[in-house]
């Protein structure tokens, strides 16, 4: 499992932080999530034979926040 933290603009509440953990959750390969909203990051592992970083970022993106 590969780890990463990505950095989030965008996020302003609770429903924020749930909105990207059920959408990152949902991908094939994530193991865990956390999103920290007083950090404005994404903490995450998964697995990279089965999901590329770039996808990553385009669903926090989708869900219409900005990644970094």
């Known amino acids: 499992?590969?780890?990463?933290?990505?950095e989030v603009k965008g996020m302003s509440c609770g429903h924020c932080v749930a909105s990207i953990e059920k959408a990152l959750s949902a991908l094939e390969g994530v193991g865990e999530v956390h999103v920290s909203l007083e950090k404005n990051e994404v903490n995450i592992s998964?697995?990279?034979t089965k999901l590329e970083f770039d996808a990553i970022k385009e669903e926090i993106e989708d869900q219409g926040y900005d990644a970094k």
Not at 1 to 6: K, L, P, S, Y
């Open 46 to 48: 998964y697995d990279q």
């Open 1 to 6: 499992m590969e780890n990463a933290t990505i």
